[in-house]
């Protein structure tokens, strides 16, 4: 069993960790700027991640069965028969 000196040594450094100091730091409008155009992009990228997977998605989950698979000729021709 630990004893008494070891509990408070964790304590303190755990409550030392914790501690908060003024960073005296500022952020202008730029850096807002910037990070309003990460959160946009990572926005778009989900939503063209999503666009590009999501009839494998529905197929996975069992809302779709899945396409059947088309031959040689109609994808040379583009055409499709459905």
């Known amino acids: 069993m630990p004893k008494l000196g070891f509990q408070v040594l964790i304590f303190a ?3 030392y960790a914790t501690g908060t ?27 063209l991640a999503g666009r590009f997977y999501w009839n494998r998605l529905m197929v996975l989950i069992g809302v779709r069965s899945e396409p059947p698979a088309q031959t040689g000729a109609d994808e040379v021709s583009g055409r499709s028969d459905r």
């Open 13 to 15: 450094a755990l409550a």
């Open 21 to 47: 100091a003024p960073a005296h730091a500022y952020l202008d409008p730029g850096t807002g700027s910037m990070i309003l155009q990460v959160l946009i992009g990572g926005i778009a990228g989900l939503a």
